[in-house]
């Protein structure tokens, strides 16, 4: 079990910037919600697989006034992981809040087509990854007394014929985030889960290529589909984290929040 500094947990709640690990932070939804954590007075880890490409989003927030370090992690790797948290501790104080944002998408496939390799890293990434992720981060929460824990999944977890992997990794998150809900309730920590719609991304960009399209023109096509009548941004559903890792939200845990621009069932 990682060990802990006691002495750096233990100090009033006011004395405390609380700093909150965000992963796959380099751009996208991860990039919005850092900049979004750090606007709300929370250091800010921005975790990707490679610590150059975070330079875009750590800059935004030390521009902003905010305070952001880089780092470098494959969230599916448990070594990868567990040193960086131990590093997050040192360099920017103990990680009392985590967003398990990290994920990919293969290319579309049905279940007889998608290979094993691609199953593996898919789910490797969104769910295992999340998983090395919060088990390194939950003692420094326990130590605390406080927490918060934000998984990333998607409407997708309702089903989607064309990325099983996908939809399995982020229905996989569902059962993770109630689980933890209920195990770590007691120590003053919640777990919630945002189901993000359409989003735009790269992941979306993709989907836009994939069908001949410009991702203008997608984007239009979709919103149609939205009873808002537009697509989300990065914003949209970092508005939702910054609640729900706030102190207000402390009787708000088990959940998913649908953010799609209209009812998901």
């Not at 060990?3 to 990039?31: E, K, S, W």
């Not at 410009?214 to 239009?220: A, G, I, P």
């Amino acid at each position: 079990m990682t060990q802990i500094n006691m002495t750096q947990i233990n100090m009033t709640d006011q004395a405390i910037r609380r700093t909150a690990i965000v992963t796959g932070a380099a751009r996208g939804i991860g990039a919005g919600v850092a900049r979004r954590l750090a606007r709300d007075g929370l250091a800010v880890a921005v975790v990707d697989l490679v610590e150059e490409d975070c330079a875009g989003t750590v800059d935004a927030i030390t521009r902003d006034g905010g305070t952001a370090a880089a780092f470098a992690a494959d969230v599916n790797d448990e070594s990868a992981v567990t040193a960086a948290v131990a590093r997050i501790a040192a360099e920017l104080g103990p990680p009392t809040v985590l967003i398990n944002n990290a994920g990919i998408g293969g290319p579309n496939a049905g279940v007889e087509e998608t290979s094993t390799q691609q199953w593996d890293a898919v789910v490797g990434v969104s769910l295992r990854g999340a998983f090395f992720l919060t088990r390194a981060v939950t003692p420094y929460m326990m130590a605390a007394g406080w927490g918060r824990i934000v998984n990333m999944s998607s409407i997708s977890a309702l089903g989607d014929s064309g990325r099983v992997d996908y939809a399995a990794a982020k229905a996989g998150l569902i059962g993770f985030t109630k689980s933890l809900a209920l195990r770590l309730g007691q120590h003053g920590v919640t777990a919630n889960a945002i189901g993000p719609g359409f989003v735009v991304s790269d992941m979306t960009r993709v989907g836009a290529q994939r069908r001949g399209r410009s991702f203008e023109e997608h984007q239009r096509i979709v919103a149609q589909t939205i009873p808002v009548r537009r697509v989300g941004q990065p914003e949209d559903i970092a508005h939702t984290a910054s609640y729900l890792v706030s102190t207000e939200a402390g009787f708000v845990s088990g959940q998913v929040i649908y953010v799609a621009g209209g009812p998901v069932d």
